[in-house]
T-cell receptor, first 112, second 117 residues
Framework: SQKIEQNSEALNIQEGKTATLTCNYTNYSPAYLQWYRQDPGRGPVFLLLIRENEKEKRKERLKVTFDTTLKQSLFHITASQPADSATYLC???????????FGKGTTLSVSS | DTEVTQTPKHLVMGMTNKKSLKCEQHMGHRAMYWYKQKAKKPPELMFV???????INESVPSRFSPECPNSSLLNLHLHALQPEDSALYLC????????????????FGEGSRLTVL
């Protein structure tokens, strides 16, 4: 079955730097990968989706890449701010294409 | 209106109680989901409703009983729960069933924090 791995549990960076989070999948190449933000005690909020035929997607200070050779997606936040501190979840479809499965998430802390 | 509303936000119950979690969306979405999330873990899928019919049950114990009275409402009935069932229960919806329909984006509610004593 498909597995989503976000190997870094925590990432600490300084304000203004670029945060780079990694998501790897282990099995078949999914049709897309999604990224969500989750604040403590709250539900995840959708940020970006990138399809397998797209190399890169941008939205304001966010950028996502999809490398099917490396079986990896990178999620970048440029000019990071303390307000960007949260847990970021990578997600993709299960093998049946019936639901989303999530990685464990990476908790980003941006210090001023 | 792009919201999924969950009630109650917090629930404390004993192991012999019967309670329900409620979820509502008015975005015309045709798929609704229950996820369970423990601390520092990712959301885990429990149930999927497609066009108001249960399409996926991820081998969830029968002490959790989902119900979809109409296309806007989703309930999770709780009975004889165990302390290890304490978690954040998240409801979500998507435009279409299946992850390839529309963008596959899930809209989550804020969750119901359940504590079983």
């Amino acid at each position: 079955s498909q597995k989503i791995e976000q190997n870094s549990e925590a990432l600490n960076i300084q304000e203004g730097k670029t945060a780079t989070l990694t998501c790897n999948y282990t099995n078949y190449s999914p049709a897309y990968l999604q990224w969500y933000r989750q604040d403590p005690g709250r539900g995840p909020v959708f940020l970006l989706l990138i399809r397998e035929n797209e190399k890169e997607k941008r939205k304001e200070r966010l950028k996502v890449t999809f490398d099917t050779t490396l079986k990896q997606s990178l999620f970048h936040i440029t000019a990071s701010q303390p307000a960007d501190s949260a847990t970021y979840l990578c997600a993709t479809e299960n093998q049946a294409g019936t639901a989303l499965i999530f990685g464990k998430g990476t908790t980003l802390s941006v210090s001023s | 209106d792009t919201e999924v509303t969950q009630t109650p936000k917090h629930l404390v119950m004993g192991m012999t109680n019967k309670k329900s979690l409620k979820c509502e969306q008015h975005m015309g979405h045709r798929a609704m989901y229950w996820y369970k999330q423990k601390a520092k873990k990712p959301p885990e899928l429990m149930f999927v409703y497609s066009y108001e019919k249960l399409s996926i049950n991820e081998s969830v114990p029968s002490r959790f009983s989902p119900e979809c009275p109409n296309s806007s409402l989703l309930n999770l009935h709780l009975h004889a729960l165990q302390p290890e069932d304490s978690a954040l229960y998240l409801c979500a919806s998507s435009q279409q069933p299946g992850t390839s329909g529309g963008t596959g984006e899930l809209f989550f509610g804020e969750g119901s924090r359940l504590t079983v004593l």
